[in-house]
């Protein structure tokens, strides 16, 4: 009799294991690049070289952990937690959070996916695969393409993928008390391909705080991709802004467009060229608004690949009329910083990169 009750809780056990199959992985990316770039805002009107040490070039650099567990019957439940740090000098970044990144729980059921907690926008997420750099660091204007706000918290996510469809959409509380507008923020988007071919549009509103009343920011966007051989694919994406939200040397009201093509040269290169126009027909200045020059940027990036986990790089990159990346129109979150009597920048860096 106890041998049958032994060999029944191994069976219990054996089918238990067998349902809740878990796995925890441990992955992340090292970058860093020197950096040289001219015309940088000093202590005087006129602009100065600079030479520096950063940290992310091709890709922010960060680690994560992510996980599942079987639960049987096609459901899993899944879970994420990233951080983002400055490999030269160690500080955490996203305002020195520990999972700044990203930090969320939710299930998984065949297609569909359900997600709660810290996230990235349905915007942000995909328009990726409309990038011309993949989000590089250095140069892409990612920000001005997806906003500040690309990341937000306490964020429900629905995701859904149906073969050649993939599609999400998702609400972020504001948790203001006495209002639900306040500080919230929605959106949604899809990414459809098929061939060579792919289109993507994506939505996001974000309102301020309410006090008397609230703002609002909206932005959308739209992509093309067209595969034209097997080592050489074509993107053009555009991207509007309407920004209700008052603060200095931020664009009011935008439209962004990007032409692109990434080019296979050989089984370890790849080129990047990019170019970026931005149509600003409002800025706002301490004193209102004004409609400042429109600017542009060139990028190109030469990517040399060691191994499948290794990789070289040379980005560089020339803007006119804004510091680069259009940082100029991003206010306080301005990365490059341009000198008042200059009207364009140019940059070069190069780079490692390790992913782990």
């Not at 467009?257 to 080019?263: E, K, S, V």
């Not at 986990?309 to 341009?338: C, H, M, W």
């Not at 070069?348 to 992913?355: D, P, T, Y």
């Amino acid at each position: 009799m106890k041998r049958n009750l032994v060999g029944l809780a191994c069976v219990i056990a054996s089918a238990t294991a067998a349902a809740q199959t878990s796995g925890v992985t441990l992955y992340g990316v090292a970058d860093a690049n020197i950096e040289y770039t001219n015309n940088n805002l000093g202590t005087g009107p006129d602009g100065h070289s600079k030479v520096a040490l950063n940290s992310g070039g091709l890709s922010p650099s960060r680690w994560g952990l992510r996980g599942t567990e079987d639960l049987g019957g096609g459901k899993k439940a899944i879970f994420a937690l990233e951080s983002g740090f400055s490999l030269d000098n160690g500080v955490s970044t996203q305002g020195g959070r520990l999972f700044g990144r990203q930090a969320w729980v939710g299930m998984r059921a065949g297609a569909h996916q359900v997600t709660l907690g810290r996230q990235y926008t349905s915007l942000f997420l995909m328009m990726a695969n409309y990038s011309p750099t993949a989000y590089a660091t250095t140069y892409e204007p990612v920000v001005g393409i997806a906003g500040a706000n690309l990341r937000e918290d306490n964020m429900v996510k629905y995701h859904v993928d149906l073969g050649p469809l993939t599609a999400e959409a998702h609400w972020s509380f504001g948790e203001q008390p006495g209002t639900v507008a306040g500080s919230s923020a929605f959106g949604g988007g899809f990414d459809y391909r098929v061939g060579p071919f792919g289109v993507a549009g994506a939505y996001d509103s974000i309102n301020s705080a309410k006090t008397a009343d609230y703002t609002r920011t909206q932005k959308a966007a739209l992509g093309l991709r067209y595969q034209i051989t097997p080592s050489l694919l074509a993107q053009a994406a555009y991207r509007y802004n309407n920004n209700g939200t008052r603060v200095t040397n931020t664009s009011a009201r935008d439209d962004l467009w990007w032409l692109a093509l990434n080019y296979q040269a050989t089984g370890a290169l790849q080129l990047t060229g990019a170019f970026y126009y931005d149509n600003v027909k409002s800025q706002y200045i301490a004193t209102g608004k004004t409609n400042p020059s429109n600017p542009w940027q060139v990028t190109f990036i030469a990517d040399y690949s060691l191994s499948k986990r290794t990789d070289v790089y040379l980005s560089t990159a020339y803007t006119k009329n804004a510091s680069l990346n259009f940082e100029s129109l991003n206010g306080p979150t301005a990365a490059y910083q341009i000198a008042p009597n200059e009207k364009n920048q140019f940059g070069v860096a190069m780079g490692v990169r390790h992913k782990f």
